[in-house]
């Protein structure tokens, strides 16, 4: 593993990078942290060049600021990663708020994927009117004004299926406890308005999957991945597991996570060439 800081505008991101072949890049959701990922990410090492990052303002990146994030500087970001360590494509995969950046990235800077994956975006603004999921945001907004933190992270966590049923590392435990203000107080309003920008994601020259896990079929978080996959007329799939099943079972979810990856580096039956070359 190769571990740097990466400068980009106002910020500098500390990123992991494990692995060669075809670029993946992988956008963490709340708490924004690159160790989300670690495990998979070296179950995956062998056949792509896996980067992972804490995002603006989170754990080991700096940045933090109290002004409202904006998704378009998340995916700028993003962008600027892929330029500077993927020679300027990656496939991307990103779960939950990170789904949701991937999406953003995806609609506003196509050059830069070759494909992405978007498991389990919150995006409750294209769930019904009427459905109260989408009062989920202010919900939880409303709860951090009046308790902080702590008492918006326990109930994000109460919401969220399979919290509590397995360990995290500590290490990525203590940094998530200190990125609970960044995320409720600056990314918050960002991860709240997000509408998906339909006719950019249709036109885009490169796949893009949805998908949710299996053990959370009508989640908040798990039904409007299948909304935008209807919309914009692309795949939907099943994932193994929970909403953080590459925490609870990294192999699993890697195994899964591989078979998407390799087919989009492969369009029309083009093998990349680390797949071609002698050990």
């Given at each position: 593993m190769r571990t740097g800081v990466f400068e980009?505008?106002?910020?500098?991101?500390?990123?992991?990078?494990?692995?060669?072949?075809?670029?993946?890049?992988?956008?963490?959701?709340?708490?924004?942290?690159?160790?989300y990922y670690s495990e998979?990410?070296?179950?995956?090492?062998?056949?792509?060049?896996?980067?992972?990052?804490?995002?603006?303002?989170?754990?080991?990146?700096?940045?933090?600021?109290?002004?409202?994030?904006?998704?378009?500087?998340?995916?700028?970001?993003?962008r600027a990663l892929i330029d500077g360590l993927a020679g300027?494509?990656?496939?991307?995969f990103g779960n939950s708020g990170g789904a949701i950046i991937g999406l953003t990235l995806a609609a506003r800077h196509p050059e830069a994927l070759s494909g992405l994956i978007a498991h389990e975006p919150p995006a409750?603004?294209?769930?019904?009117?009427?459905?109260?999921?989408?009062g989920f945001f202010q919900d939880m907004a409303a709860l951090y004004a009046q308790g902080g933190g702590p008492a918006a992270g326990r109930r994000f966590a109460e919401t969220t299926r399979g919290e509590g049923t397995y360990r995290w590392p500590d290490d990525l435990w203590k940094r998530f406890l200190g990125n609970q203000d960044h995320l409720f107080g600056a990314e918050w309003p960002g991860f709240?308005?997000?509408?998906?920008?339909?006719?950019?994601?249709?036109?885009?020259?490169?796949?893009?999957?949805?998908?949710?896990?299996?053990?959370?079929?009508?989640?908040?978080?798990?039904?409007?991945?299948?909304?935008?996959?209807?919309?914009?007329?692309?795949?939907?799939?099943e994932f193994p597991g929970i909403h953080m099943e590459f925490l609870r079972n990294p192999p699993v979810f890697a195994a899964a996570l591989r078979a998407l990856a390799t087919q989009m580096c492969a369009p029309r039956g083009q093998v990349p060439a680390a797949w071609l070359s002698i050990p």
């Amino acid at each position: 593993m190769r571990t740097g800081v990466f400068e980009v505008d106002g910020a500098g991101l500390y990123h992991e990078v494990r692995g060669s072949g075809p670029a993946l890049l992988m956008i963490s959701g709340a708490g924004g942290d690159a160790g989300y990922y670690s495990e998979v990410a070296e179950e995956l090492a062998d056949a792509f060049t896996v980067i992972t990052y804490d995002r603006r303002g989170n754990s080991r990146s700096t940045g933090r600021s109290t002004e409202p994030m904006r998704l378009t500087r998340q995916a700028a970001d993003a962008r600027a990663l892929i330029d500077g360590l993927a020679g300027g494509r990656a496939v991307v995969f990103g779960n939950s708020g990170g789904a949701i950046i991937g999406l953003t990235l995806a609609a506003r800077h196509p050059e830069a994927l070759s494909g992405l994956i978007a498991h389990e975006p919150p995006a409750v603004n294209v769930l019904p009117d009427g459905d109260p999921d989408r009062g989920f945001f202010q919900d939880m907004a409303a709860l951090y004004a009046q308790g902080g933190g702590p008492a918006a992270g326990r109930r994000f966590a109460e919401t969220t299926r399979g919290e509590g049923t397995y360990r995290w590392p500590d290490d990525l435990w203590k940094r998530f406890l200190g990125n609970q203000d960044h995320l409720f107080g600056a990314e918050w309003p960002g991860f709240a308005g997000f509408r998906p920008d339909e006719a950019a994601l249709k036109a885009a020259p490169f796949p893009i999957v949805l998908g949710a896990g299996a053990a959370d079929r009508g989640a908040y978080y798990a039904r409007p991945s299948i909304e935008i996959a209807h919309r914009i007329g692309v795949s939907w799939v099943e994932f193994p597991g929970i909403h953080m099943e590459f925490l609870r079972n990294p192999p699993v979810f890697a195994a899964a996570l591989r078979a998407l990856a390799t087919q989009m580096c492969a369009p029309r039956g083009q093998v990349p060439a680390a797949w071609l070359s002698i050990p």
